[in-house]
C-alpha cells in the first residue's frame, strides 16, 4: 500500500483541470507538429520553453511530454496518406502504410497505428510506473564516479548509435562538451573561453542553444529543403479494421511493445531506432517477407507500436538517474531545470506528485491520443496544404520572441540567431544536432562528478575501477568504444575467408579439368 499511496496521489494530481487542460493541449500540439513534416517534438519544445516560466512545473512537464508522445502518432498520418513521414521515427511506416491507402485501406492503416500506439505506450507507461522507482532506488548508490562512468557512457552511446556518419556525431558531441565549459570554473572561479565578454561570464544558457539549433536552424533547413506538394486521399473509410487484421497483427503490437520498451530506456536509443528495430524484426519472423513494402499491416502495426512504447519508456533514465537518453530528453531535462526541478534519484521521494503526476498523465494522455487521432486527420490534412513561406517566417518571429523574453535580453537572441545558422550548417553538411545538445546538458555533470572523483582518488584515475558500479559502466564504455573496430575486423576476416574459399575451388576446378583433358 505504500507503493500505491503516491501512484493515487499522481492521479489526483493529473486530474486538476489545468493539468488536464494543458495535457490536453501538450497532446494536439504533438499531433499538430508531428504532422508538420520536419519540425518535430524536439524543435517544438524548444521553442515553447520560454512559454512554461510562469507555469506550475508539473504542468509544464505535463504539456512538454503530451507534444513528444503526440509527435509520435502526428508524423504516422502523413506517412500513410501522403508518403511523406512528418517525424523521423515514422520513416518506415511510409513502407507500408502508404501502400495500404493506395489499396483504400488508409483507414485500417491509421486504426492498426491507433490501437498499436495506444497499447504501446500504455504497456511502458506500466513498465515506467514499476520499473522507475526500482531505478531510482538503485541509483541512490551513486557517487561522482558513477555519474562521471553514466555520463561518459550516454554521450558516447548517443553519439555511436544514432543514424549517420559516427565520426560526424563524435564531433558534434565534443563541440557539445567544449561549449559546457565556457563560463567561470566551477572549482577555481576562473573565466574560459569568455572572451572578456560578460554575458558569457556565467556560461552558456540551455534554452537559446535548444532554440537556435533545433528551433531556427530547422526552419532555415526546412526552408530550403521544402517538400513537394502532395494530393491527400478525399476520403478515409473503414477505420476500425476488422477481428482478423487485429488478430495477424496482434503479435506485432506485442513484441513492439516490448522492443520499444527496453530500446528507449538505452541511451542513444529512443522512437526512432525502436520502429526501424521492430520493423526489421517483423519482416525477418515473417513467413512471406517478400509482403513487406507492399502493404503488410504487421509493418505498420509494429514499427507504430515500438516508437510510442520507447517515447514513454525514454522518461525512465531521465527522470530516475538524470540522464537523457535522446536529444529530446535533453530538452525535456533542460525544462525541468529551468523549474527549479532536478531529475534524478532523489526525485521520486522529494518531489512524488511532480513524478507520479507526470507519469499518470501519459495514461490520460494516450488516452486522448485514441480518441482524437482519427476524427482529426482531416483537419491535419488541411493544415499540410498551408505554404512554408507562411508558417516559417510566424515560427521564427515566435522563436526570437521567446528567446528576447528569457531575460529581457538582446544577448540571448544574438545567441539564438548564431546557434540557428550552426544547426542549419550541421543539418546541410550531415551532422546530427542531437549528440551536441545532449553533451552540452551532460557536460556540467561529467566536469563536476570527473573532477570530485579525483579529489577523492588523489588524482588516481585507477580509483574509478575500485568501485563495482563505475568498473562495470566503464567496461561498457570500452566495449561500445572498440566496437566498430571489432566488428570492421571480423568483416575483414569474412571477406578473406570467402575469397580463400573462392580461389581454392577454382583452383580444384582447375586441377578438375586438367585431369579430364588427360
Known amino acids: 500500500m505504500d507503493f500505491l499511496n503516491p501512484v493515487i496521489n499522481g492521479f489526483s494530481v493529473v486530474l486538476e483541470p489545468m493539468n488536464l487542460l494543458y495535457c490536453l493541449v501538450g497532446v494536439v500540439i504533438g499531433m499538430l507538429i508531428g504532422v508538420l513534416p520536419g519540425l518535430g517534438p524536439a524543435a517544438t519544445i524548444a521553442i515553447l520553453l520560454p512559454l512554461t516560466y510562469g507555469v506550475e512545473p508539473v504542468t509544464a512537464i505535463i504539456m512538454l511530454a503530451g507534444i513528444f508522445y503526440g509527435a509520435q502518432y502526428g508524423g504516422t498520418i ?14 518506415v511506416t511510409v513502407f507500408d502504410g502508404y501502400q495500404m491507402a493506395r489499396q483504400g485501406k488508409a483507414g485500417t492503416a491509421l486504426g492498426l497505428a491507433a490501437i498499436g500506439s495506444f497499447i504501446g505506450g500504455t504497456a511502458a507507461i506500466i513498465g515506467l510506473t514499476f520499473l522507475a522507482p526500482l531505478v531510482a532506488g538503485f541509483a541512490l548508490d551513486f557517487g561522482p564516479p558513477e555519474y562521471s562512468a553514466l555520463a561518459m557512457l550516454g554521450i558516447l552511446l548517443v553519439a555511436t548509435i544514432s543514424g549517420g556518419s559516427k565520426a560526424k556525431a563524435l564531433i558534434a558531441a565534443s563541440v557539445g562538451l567544449l561549449l559546457a565549459t565556457v563560463g567561470r570554473d566551477i572549482f577555481t572561479g576562473e573565466s574560459r573561453f569568455t572572451f572578456g565578454s560578460i554575458q558569457l561570464a556565467d556560461g552558456i544558457d540551455f534554452v537559446p542553444i535548444a532554440m537556435g539549433i533545433f528551433g531556427l536552424g530547422e526552419i532555415l533547413y526546412n526552408l530550403e529543403e521544402r517538400h513537394r506538394a502532395a494530393k491527400a486521399p478525399s476520403k478515409v473509410s473503414n477505420v476500425w479494421p476488422s477481428k482478423a487484421e487485429l488478430k495477424h497483427a496482434s ?21 526512432t531506432i525502436a520502429s526501424m528495430a521492430s520493423y526489421a ?26 516508437n510510442n512504447a520507447a517515447a514513454t519508456s525514454s522518461f525512465i533514465p531521465l527522470l ?47 488516452i486522448l491520443l485514441l480518441i482524437m487521432s482519427l476524427p482529426l486527420v482531416g483537419i491535419f490534412v488541411r493544415i499540410l496544404r498551408v505554404r512554408a513561406a507562411i508558417l ?12 528576447y523574453t528569457i531575460n529581457n535580453s538582446m544577448f540571448d537572441v544574438t545567441l539564438v540567431v548564431v546557434f540557428g545558422v550552426v544547426g542549419y550548417l550541421m543539418k546541410k553538411f550531415g551532422f546530427e544536432p542531437g549528440p551536441l545538445v545532449l553533451a552540452f546538458v551532460l557536460g556540467e555533470l561529467l566536469e563536476s562528478s570527473l573532477r570530485r572523483s579525483l579529489l577523492v582518488f588523489d588524482g588516481d584515475p585507477t580509483g574509478f575501477f575500485t568501485r563495482p558500479i563505475s568498473a562495470s559502466l566503464l567496461a561498457v564504455f570500452v566495449l561500445v568504444a572498440l566496437m566498430p573496430g571489432i566488428r570492421s575486423l571480423i568483416a575483414k576476416r569474412k571477406g578473406t575467408t570467402a575469397a580463400s574459399a573462392s580461389a581454392g575451388g577454382t583452383n580444384n576446378d582447375g586441377a578438375n579439368n586438367i585431369k579430364e583433358k588427360v
Do not use: D
Open 251 to 271: 503479435g506485432a503490437i506485442g513484441r513492439g511493445s516490448v522492443l520499444g520498451f527496453f530500446l528507449g530506456i538505452l541511451p542513444g536509443g529512443g522512437a
Open 392 to 403: 516559417a517566417p510566424i515560427t521564427a518571429l515566435i522563436t526570437l520572441l521567446g528567446a
Open 281 to 306: 524484426m517483423e519482416k525477418k519472423r515473417a513467413k512471406q517477407p517478400e509482403r513487406f513494402g507492399k502493404g503488410a499491416p504487421e509493418g505498420v502495426a509494429g514499427p507504430e507500436t515500438a
Open 78 to 91: 502523413t506517412s500513410v496518406l501522403l508518403r511523406l513521414p512528418g517525424e523521423a521515427s515514422s520513416v
Open 320 to 366: 530516475t538517474l538524470g540522464i537523457p537518453a535522446n536529444a529530446t530528453m535533453a530538452l525535456m531535462f533542460g525544462a525541468l531545470l529551468i523549474q527549479g526541478v532536478t531529475p534524478g534519484p532523489q526525485l521520486v521521494e522529494q518531489e512524488p506528485e511532480l513524478f507520479w503526476g507526470v507519469v499518470n498523465s501519459m495514461y490520460i494522455g494516450n
